[in-house]
């Protein structure tokens, strides 16, 4: 086969901007900004365990003191990593500006250790420091991830500028909240009985609005970047689905976290102790979870299968869930019955419960991640008989393509299905469904061994091939799309065929008109004319009438050669004169004799019934043009010797033509004499090969149907 002929574009995302268009100065300072980063981190580090060997006070060390410092420099890290490979996203800028909050954070949890031991009055100031900072210097870190992040995720753009307002109502929520918390008098939040040193006295109604309405824009903020998300994972096909996987990820680990910390939150078991230490740790985690994935989605989303991670995170999160819910109901319910005696019974119970109940439940939950993942390629039958029903609702030939590509597209979650089928010596693209991305999967389709066409996959993720699963589903669906191709292009080539037989009569009744018109029509005409003249000259002129009369009877014989001429165009005359054998016979003795320049003549040996049965009209005329222009191939090109006609019968009318000339050299042969026999029989629903002879020559070979021609 030829190249390719593409006719579904491949579309670039935006966001392919090359890691070249990285400019000296920007990566100069997101390292600059990383190296002052770790050392700060460093040394406030070394401040912290100095603090905690000389005075045993680990309150608060893993959640603050070590969780604080280890984010700012992650943060630091995954920003520098985008910036070196995507500068123009603004998304590492961005970690850059959470990272230096958690600086911040850090270094606030870091001086209030130190409050209780230095002398007055630098306890009081740092104190006073301490706390104002720690009050609203923790809010771009937690806040600019679910916000400007998700906004703008993945290509650092908008997905319109109607877009803009959420991003404004994002920034100036921010903004108002920190400077309310910064600037508001009274007692800091969670150091009641320290006051806002920078506090301005009389503002507190002004200040409450103002934290009042930068809420409800940091809620508009929040909500729309998350249904900027959701808007972005529908519309995205191909490369761009593989990009928002990730960020999808980050969001469940976001619901399992909130699904694991709210019952403390709720039931008020968070005061203190190791507990409240672990959901901080928790939260920071989550929320570091989401970096990591954008930065995966941004760099190197290739890099690693998404798809398996979900699916393992589902099920096995859900079943963790869906365990401890169990256990928790079996032995809260006994208890109200029973009582707490029997504690060490209920447990055993329970335990037994949820381990007959383990297996039939992560089976259930497995196939529906599956479902969810990788569509209906565990229901074959199901799929098959959707496509099935899709088929059948089909119009038009041309409408099975789409059809049947979208079809298996949405049932198997797949990113790009497309249908190639052979046209003049290329594949062109039927139809096609989603985006191309990669190489895809290349699956023959064909019709009782013949290849009707290709069915074209792409693969959910970049280097990722189908599971056995897939490829046997993928298998039974080709066989059946090969089937349905292939009465497509029947279909097709049928209104094909009737459009030029509609079209082919239209023309044979424009040439008869020409014909008779310009031809017949003025020439009988002149005779009418010719008629009256002699008539009026037989009186007057007998011997010149004479000359007129032998003039006209030139004229006549012309007219009816003329006449001959247009029956025979027909059909030719010797057909019903003779029958088709003789007549074929009268046709190879007139190629056979020797032609005007000398050269001997081609013996021309006919073998067939003397008497064959008749015959439907189209297949005796198709099969004497088929010989002739074979015959006059054989005469004025091949130079051959000798030829021979073959007509055998049975259900079809077979016809060779064999000759011991130069032979056929295939496509550089091909012309419009041979164009015409394929049309011919194919026009009946036959088949016509021409090939070179093994011992030398060219055979060709005609099969013509009789049932269904008349």
Known sequence: MGETEQLTPTIRPKSAVNADDSTPRSMWLARVWAAAVIIVMALNFVMVVWYVVRTGDTTSFLSHQMMTPFLSIIYTGLGVVIINHRPRNPIGWIFLIVSSSYVLSALVAGALLYTSILPAPLDSLLL??????????WLPAQLLPLTFVFLLFPDGRLLSPRWRIIGWAAGLGLLSLMLGLAAHPGPIADWASQPNPFGIAGAERVLDSLMTVGSVLLAIGVFGSMFAIAVRFRRSEGIERARMKWLVYAAILILIAGAFTLPYWLTGNLAGGLALELSI??????????AVAVTIAIVGYRLYDIDVIINRTLVYSVMTGVIILIYSIVVGTASVFFGSSGNWLLTLVATGLVAVLFQPIRDRLQRGVNHLLYGQRDEPFEVMARLGQS????????????????TVAQAMRLPYVAIQIPRGGQRWTAGAYGIPGGDPVSYELTHQGEIVGWLQVGRRAPDEAFNPADERLLQNIARQAGAAVHNAQLTADLQRSRQQIVAGREEERRRLRRDLHDGLGPSLASLLLEARVLRRMIRDDPAAAERLADEMQGDIRETIDDVRRVVNELRPPALDDLGLVPA???????????????AAGTVIQVEALEAPPSLPAAVEVAAYRII??????????????????????DRELHIEIADDGIGFNGSRDEGVGLHSMRERAAELGGSLIVSRRPEGGTLVSATLPIGGAG
């Open 128 to 137: 006073d420091l301490a706390t104002w900072l720690g009050n609203w210097a």
């Open 391 to 406: 088929l059948e609702q089909t119009i038009t030939p041309d409408s099975a393509y789409p059809t049947i590509v979208e």
């Open 628 to 649: 002739q222009e074979a015959l006059t191939n054989v005469t004025h090109h091949a130079r051959a010797r000798h030829a021979c006609i073959r007509l055998r019968l």
């Open 584 to 598: 074929i016979q009268m046709m190879a003795d007139k190629f056979g004799r020797p032609r005007g320049d000398g």
């Open 281 to 290: 740790v928790l939260t920071n985690l989550v929320t570091l979870g989401i």
